[in-house]
Structures are given as structure tokens and as C-alpha cells.
Nanobody, 121 residues
Framework: QVQLVESGGGLVQAGDSLRLSCAAS?????VGWFRQAPGKEREFVAR????????EYMDSVKGRFTISRDNAKNTMYLQMNSLKPEDTAVYYC?????????????????WGQGTRVTVSL
């Protein structure tokens, strides 16, 4: 069992930056960020593999968000720049035990409790 703890959410203005952190109690194959806005389905944001650091992003955050990891600390980060009101959501960290393909959240077996990000105009 791997526990994931997110931190770093908050209330910011459009154009600001935030860095989310996800501390894991153990090593998994890949970790990802998902987000869920009120009344909407949970959607994939980005993911990274622990071993080689391969990354993937959803189109709307490419060039603005950067996912990274610190293997020594078992911590994954999501640097979010140029935030927009449409980025407002609860952001969840998730981890898989094996390779993942595509954006489906069902491939991830461990989930954090979520951290809220609110971007105002």
C-alpha cells in the first residue's frame, strides 16, 4: 500500500504560479496528476515515470505546467505557471503499479486526498 499526500494548492490570480507536491510513501511505476472541477469529470493533467522520467501532458497545459520528480525524496511536483481560471479544480496525485497508456484514471491504484487550486480573474 502506497500513501500519497498532496500539498501546495491555494487561491491565486490569473497569470500567477503554484507548485503542487505529492509525497509518496513508496515507489511506484508512474505518478500522475488529475483534476476535477465542480460538475465535471476527473481529467488527466500530466504524468511521469519514476525510473526514466518520461512525461506526458494534456494539451491545455502544455507549455504552462511542468511535472518532475525527486527520486531521493519520493516526491513528485507539478509546477503550474500562467494559471487561468479554467485551471480551477481539486488536483489529485495518483500512482500506478505498472505502465500506463492514455489518460484513463482507472489505471492508477493509489490516490491522494486532493488539494484545491482556485484561480481568480
Amino acid at each position: 500500500q502506497v500513501q500519497l499526500v498532496e500539498s501546495g494548492g491555494g487561491l491565486v490570480q490569473a497569470g500567477d504560479s503554484l507548485r503542487l507536491s505529492c509525497a509518496a510513501s513508496g515507489r511506484t511505476y508512474a505518478v500522475g496528476w488529475f483534476r476535477q472541477a465542480p460538475g465535471k469529470e476527473r481529467e488527466f493533467v500530466a504524468r511521469i515515470t519514476w525510473s526514466i522520467g518520461g512525461t506526458e501532458y494534456m494539451d491545455s497545459v502544455k507549455g504552462r505546467f511542468t511535472i518532475s520528480r525527486d527520486n531521493a525524496k519520493n516526491t513528485m511536483y507539478l509546477q503550474m505557471n500562467s494559471l487561468k481560471p479554467e485551471d480551477t479544480a481539486v488536483y489529485y496525485c495518483a500512482a500506478s503499479s505498472g505502465p500506463v497508456f492514455g489518460p484513463s484514471p482507472t489505471q492508477y491504484i493509489y490516490w491522494g486526498q486532493g488539494t484545491r487550486v482556485t484561480v481568480s480573474l
